[in-house]
């Protein structure tokens, strides 16, 4: 069965980075790419980017363009999303998804929580 | 951007009852690929997003069948058409035929 299983909570300062990882099981890692979510506290969900793990191409969320990175490693199946200049408000739940292209964002993560506190 | 809009906020149910969401967007969802990315996610309190249905009106494996989305272009339905308690939770629509992707403001479901 798919699985995509992420990282432990992180607490960070104001203008450290974080960078949370996802790793998945039970397809093939290259056959499908993976878009990033997040999800601030009682808030609604905000995509924040996608990568391809064939090609390692991306594509970032304007919101987040020049603070924020995608990469995968292909060898252990796994994704991971690096956020820096870390602010107070990016205090969130982060989600790794499973996206197709013909078959939009199927399987989630568990979520991640970042909070970001001096 | 493409902005997705959900109505109502709220929607407090009477077990049993039927429910609809209604999910808009700004501009049509219909790809050049001919596909309508639409999908729509119940997210349970303290549980990630699980997705129910895709491409506006196809249920994924596992979902049950009181659940159904409908629509076209901008104009998107969710209903349940027997409420259970299992259901409680908010529900997003989602568009994924245009970059970046774009979720509405979620609707929450409550037992009356």
């Known amino acids: 069965q798919v699985q995509l299983v992420q990282s432990g909570p992180e607490v960070k300062k104001p203008g450290a980075s974080v960078k949370v990882s996802c790793k998945a099981s039970?397809?093939?890692?290259?056959?499908?790419?993976i878009s990033w979510v997040r999800q601030a506290p009682g808030q609604g969900l905000e995509w924040m980017g996608w990568?391809?793990?064939?090609?390692?191409?991306?594509n970032y969320a304007q919101k987040f363009q020049g603070r924020l990175a995608m990469t995968t490693d292909t060898s252990t199946s796994t994704a991971y999303m690096e956020l820096r200049s870390l602010r107070s408000d990016d205090t969130a739940v982060y989600y790794c998804?499973?996206?197709?292209?013909?078959?939009?964002?199927?399987?989630w993560g568990q979520g991640t929580l970042v909070t970001v506190s001096s | 951007d493409v902005v997705m809009t959900q109505s109502p906020l709220s929607l407090p149910v009477t077990l049993g009852q039927p429910a609809s969401i209604s999910c808009r967007s700004s501009?049509?969802?219909?790809?050049?690929?001919?596909?309508?990315?639409l999908n729509w996610f119940q997210q349970r309190p303290g549980q990630s997003p699980r997705r129910l249905i895709y491409?506006?009106?196809n249920r994924d494996s596992g979902v049950p069948d009181r659940f159904s989305g409908s629509g076209s272009g901008t104009d998107f339905t969710l209903k349940i058409s027997r409420v259970e308690a299992e259901d409680v939770g908010v529900y997003y629509c989602?568009?994924?035929?245009?970059?970046?992707?774009?979720f509405g403001g979620g609707t929450k479901v409550e037992i009356k």
């Open positions: 998804a499973r996206d197709g292209v013909y078959d939009r964002v199927d399987y």
């Open positions: 039970g397809y093939t890692f290259i056959s499908y790419d």
């Open positions: 990568i391809s793990p064939y090609n390692g191409n991306t």
């Open positions: 501009q049509s969802l219909v790809h050049s690929d001919g596909n309508t990315y």
């Open positions: 491409k506006v009106s």
């Open positions: 989602m568009q994924g035929t245009h970059w970046p992707l774009t």
